[in-house]
């Protein structure tokens, strides 16, 4: 096992190869340089199953689930802020136009503009917020985009007039898009390797449940109170209330203050993360994120890739890619359509009850996103997120059949259908591609590629939620159920898309991912390449069963 070099006045963290202690077994000894030398090592937990790693590390698995739950508020706002448009009380005081009953209603400019400036400000939060995350570190970026999304909150409470109501979309996109990005970096970081995907598909989970409960808030509201729009909008305060009570108690991220060369303050988290861990030497796996961040910066150099917009070049280039690539299809396959304007197109389609049919809808994606993160280590990252998001491409041809079809007793049940399968398939697409944001990337540049990759997402967001109003309103163009058609046309290269690029990352450590992408494995080969760990872990254990024997 290496030594650790104290960091040097760069703030550069050493770990000479040559340093690797030997065992006197030759063959092993030469393993454990191969290793090394790609900035890999053992822990001696990689045999372990899912559930053995988190009753093994409570803590760390206790810290991603909370960091995760607070991904609720990210889920509630958004569900509540893309949902109150179809309240009664709401369109009463922010609607602009009249039909030709008289009727109030949204204008379809409006609710564009307050779809686009929404992801605007999703945008910003991501392009910006990582320099705040690089430099200073992940907790202070969360108390940042905890501090926008409260005043995100106060606004929307104040509006009275569209106008003021942009304003508060906009500082929520500013507040979410930082959330979006820091979440799956710093819950990547603190995962055990073998609970990393389950832990950052909790991260949908609690987004789902938050967007749950905004619809049945809503759902609520308009059974009771048709024209109370304020008092869903006030309960997002509890939301935030409680991110701050648990970004004052997690730890910061280790991998990010060897990666600043604070080893000491890396040390002090390390013990607050594994206590209690049986026989756990945090000198190793200190040893372990010194190798793999001393290893990135060697390669970087060597490529000349060592400023943050490494990210578009390269080895780099690829993994941002790959990154961004999942939830960039989840844009071009309905979900300005069925997410950000669900409620609305249910209305529109003449559902009686277009709240009742979300809160439906999301208690299933709740259910299968638990169902994903129990299958997710059996089936696999890859084939979940092709499969599902395969899924919700097909059920927007099922769903443009039916507007092409006459309409019957039969067609709004159909719809619902497969609807309630697009989302299915969403959550699976969301599950998976939240995660590989947080994990696909090196370690050095991950605040970089996931707050670009997640903004790529927006940027298409805008484009869609400028169109998807007008297609499915009825006084505008009036496509109802034929927008399926146009989700499937657009949404077709980038779900066949996914079968080529997106790799399967379920057990691989940091390093190991770097090996396999610097070997340029393609993304349907990466479960059955072998890394230098493996060699490794194989070379041990035969090494330990020729002792026994």
Not at 246 to 269: D, H, N, T
Not at 282 to 311: F, K, P
Not at 342 to 357: R, V
Request: aromatic content about 12%; charged content about 15%; overall charge neutral.
């Amino acid at each position: 096992m290496a030594n650790i070099i104290s960091p040097s006045s760069a703030g550069k963290v050493e770990v000479p190869v040559e340093e690797v202690e030997r065992t006197g077994d030759t063959k092993l000894d030469d393993v454990a340089l191969e290793a090394a030398a790609r900035g890999q090592t053992t822990t001696g937990y990689e045999s372990l199953t899912v559930w053995e790693t988190i009753r093994a590390f409570k803590i760390a698995t206790l810290i991603c689930f909370a960091a995760a739950f607070s991904a609720a508020t990210d889920g509630y706002q958004i569900g509540m802020n893309g949902s109150i448009v179809a309240n009664q009380g709401f369109i009463n005081q922010f609607a602009t136009e009249r039909n030709g009953s008289g009727t109030l209603y949204l204008a379809s400019p409006v609710l564009s503009g307050w779809a686009s400036i929404m992801s605007v400000g999703q945008i910003v939060g991501m392009t910006t917020l990582p320099f705040v995350t690089s430099r200073f570190g992940r907790k202070p970026a969360m108390f940042t985009y905890w501090f926008v999304m409260a005043l995100s909150v106060m606004v929307e409470s104040l509006s009275r007039s569209w106008e003021h109501w942009l304003i508060g979309k906009l500082l929520a996109g500013i507040g979410v898009g930082c959330m979006q990005h820091t979440l799956p970096t710093y819950i990547s970081e603190i995962a055990p390797v073998r609970i990393r995907g389950t832990m950052l598909m909790c991260y949908s989970l609690w987004w789902t449940t938050g967007s749950f409960f905004a619809y049945i808030g809503l759902q609520t509201m308009a059974r009771e109170h048709a024209t109370n729009y304020l008092t869903p909008i006030y309960t997002q305060f509890a939301q935030v209330g409680l991110m701050l009570i648990i970004y004052l108690i997690i730890p910061e991220s280790p991998a990010w203050c060897v990666g600043r060369g604070k080893e000491e303050k890396a040390r002090k988290q390390l013990q607050k993360i594994y206590w209690g861990v049986k026989d756990f030497n945090i000198d190793q796996h200190l040893q372990s994120l010194c190798l793999t961040v001393e290893h990135e910066r060697t390669v970087a150099a060597e490529q000349r890739g060592e400023q943050w917009y490494a990210i578009f070049r390269g080895v780099d280039g690829r993994r941002t890619l790959v990154a961004l690539w999942t939830l960039l299809t989840q844009q071009f396959i309905g979900l300005a359509l069925f997410g950000t304007f669900g409620t609305y197109f249910f209305q529109q389609a003449g559902l009686p009850d277009p709240f009742k049919i979300k809160c439906i809808v999301s208690g299933i994606n709740i259910a299968a996103t638990i169902v994903y993160i129990n299958v997710a280590d059996f089936i696999g990252r890859r084939w979940l997120a092709c499969l599902s998001t395969t899924l919700s491409w097909v059920s927007c041809i099922a769903i443009g059949i039916l507007g092409v079809s006459p309409q019957v007793q039969a067609t709004q049940i159909i719809f619902v259908l497969f609807a309630c399968l697009w989302n299915i398939g969403m959550t699976g697409n969301g599950a998976t591609g939240w995660g590989f944001i947080g994990e696909i990337s090196s370690q050095r540049l991950r605040p970089y590629t996931a707050g670009f990759g997640a903004a790529t997402t927006c940027v298409a967001g805008v484009v869609m939620a400028q169109v998807t109003p007008y297609m499915v309103n009825a006084n505008q163009w009036n496509w109802g159920f034929k927008t399926g058609w146009f989700y499937a046309g657009v949404g077709l290269p980038f779900t066949l898309g996914m079968w080529f690029l997106i790799p399967e990352t379920a057990g691989r450590s940091a390093a190991e991912l770097d090996e396999l992408f610097e070997r340029k494995i393609p993304a349907w080969r990466f479960h059955k390449t072998e890394t230098a760990t493996q060699r490794l872990i194989k070379v041990e254990k035969t090494g330990v069963e020729k002792a026994e024997a």
